[in-house]
């Protein structure tokens, strides 16, 4: 795929997101203490760095499952329409369920995978996302924990992807087109 040349510019540094990671999973274990097990919900790929990270700060017996579902394609501006590709495993119905996101846009993708999971019947159903773009938000949908409110810049890194790639960073950077 030919892709116009651009740079990759640090947002937010690896370090940075560690220390908001170990601080949303001090939050999340107050929340859920005392559960039997907690459902964490990876929606994929995006969420993948994000989930490993925080599941190993969380101080719960904690089952990992993950959904895939699609609104955006290869390129930087979302649809609307939201497939699921790949549903849970588990069942989780009468369970205490965290969806893990990595970014929040326009709240489509979140707001039908809530619709979707709620319907299962969850004794709890809460939702930590990585990255939160208020300024894009067209449904009035927001995340019980969100890592950072960032700007309506195009981000990759930390499993995050444009066009499939830049996921492996370390850290989260903006996107900066040359041409
Ligand atoms: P929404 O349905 O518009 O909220 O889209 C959310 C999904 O779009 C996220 O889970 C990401 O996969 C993707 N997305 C939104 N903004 C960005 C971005 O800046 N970089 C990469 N993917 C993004
Ligand atoms: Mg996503």
């Avoid at 908001?20 to 274990?29: G, M, P, S």
């Avoid at 990595?102 to 969850?122: E, N, Q």
């Avoid at 924990?145 to 996921?167: C, L, M, S």
Wanted: proline content about 3%; charged content about 30%.
């Amino acid at each position: 795929m030919t892709q116009n040349p651009y740079v990759i510019d640090q947002m937010i540094s690896a370090k940075a997101i560690a220390a908001r990671v170990e601080a949303l999973a001090r939050e999340i274990t107050a929340h859920f203490r005392g559960t039997d097990k907690l459902v964490v919900v990876g929606l994929l790929r995006g969420s993948f760095v994000f989930i490993a990270d925080l599941v190993r700060e969380l101080d719960l017996p904690v089952e990992v499952d993950f959904l895939e579902a699609s609104s955006y394609g290869d390129a930087t501006h979302s649809s609307r329409e939201v497939r699921i590709l790949k549903d849970l495993r588990g069942e989780i119905a009468g369970r205490d369920v965290l969806v893990v996101e990595d970014i929040v846009d326009t709240g489509f993708t979140l707001s039908h995978v809530l619709h979707l999971l709620r319907a299962r019947g969850p004794k709890r159903l809460e939702v930590c996302a990585l990255l939160d773009k208020p300024s894009r938000r067209e449904v009035d949908i927001r995340a019980t924990w969100t890592g950072f409110e960032i700007p309506d810049e195009f981000v990759v890194g930390y499993g995050i992807d444009f066009a499939q790639r830049n996921r492996n960073l370390p850290y989260i950077g903006k996107v900066r087109f040359l041409a």
